[in-house]
């Protein structure tokens, strides 16, 4: 049974790093690809990076400079760390699985995991 | 950056009623387009893929079709269950989402 799982601190100061941990269940990640998605309060759906079977990674270029994705496949874990937060990252953090493309639709996600940013 | 544009943002129809649901790419996406059902509190659940593919154990109500730049989501039957947000999102290039449409009962 695949299952994702998102955790990390509910609130972040602003000016400091967010670190997010999805532990998965039920696949490999050297077989898959994880994605993180956010989704402010309201809002819609923004994909932010992946990193995949292989280990290469990729960003949305409007996250690129503050975003890093890696893994450690021994605890089935993938890390999110993205610095210089600011109010506006405020969001539901998500991640999500994929196949290569083109068979990279997102089937499997976490349940997603608030987070604040505020003093 | 490819963007999407979902119409109508917000739609209310009645029980039964059959409901399309718009998604309009900025350039031809190859028909790497797939929707999403997302409920309140919950994470985004996959419906279709590659256009007009079924994920397993979605109702038969649900379709999708498009090409180049447009794609649809139909509801054969809307039934009370289906109010939720509903999301497109391109695959052809860096995944992005549309901003979703809304739908409500009547």
């Known amino acids: 049974q695949v299952q994702l799982k998102e955790s990390g601190p509910g609130l972040v100061q602003p000016s400091e790093t967010l670190s997010l941990t999805c532990t998965v269940s039920g696949f490999s990640l050297t077989s898959n690809s994880v994605h993180w998605v956010r989704q402010p309060p309201g809002k819609g759906l923004e994909w932010m990076g992946i990193?995949?079977?292989?280990?290469?990674?990729d960003y949305n270029s409007a996250l690129k400079s503050r975003l890093s994705i890696s893994r450690d496949t021994s605890k089935s874990q993938v890390f999110l760390k993205m610095n210089s937060l600011q109010a506006e990252d405020t969001a539901i953090y998500y991640c999500?699985?994929?196949?290569?493309?083109?068979?990279?639709?997102?089937?499997?996600w976490g349940q997603g995991t608030l987070v604040t940013v505020s003093s | 950056d490819i963007e999407m544009t979902q119409s109508p943002s917000f739609l209310s129809a009645s029980v039964g009623e059959r409901v399309t649901l718009s998604c309009k790419a900025s350039q031809n996406i190859n028909k790497y387009l797939d929707w999403y059902q997302q409920k309140l509190g919950k994470a985004p659940k996959l419906l279709i893929y590659n256009t007009n593919t079924l994920h397993t154990g979605i109702p038969s109500r649900f379709s999708g079709s498009g090409s180049g730049t447009d794609y649809a989501l139909t509801i054969g039957s809307l039934q009370p269950e289906d109010v939720a947000t509903y999301f497109c999102?391109?695959?052809?290039?860096?995944?992005?989402f549309g901003a979703g449409t809304k739908l409500e009962l009547k």
């Open positions: 990193i995949r079977s292989g280990g290469s990674t």
């Open positions: 999500t699985r994929s196949g290569a493309w083109p068979r990279n639709w997102f089937a499997y």
């Open positions: 999102l391109q695959r052809d290039g860096w995944p992005t």
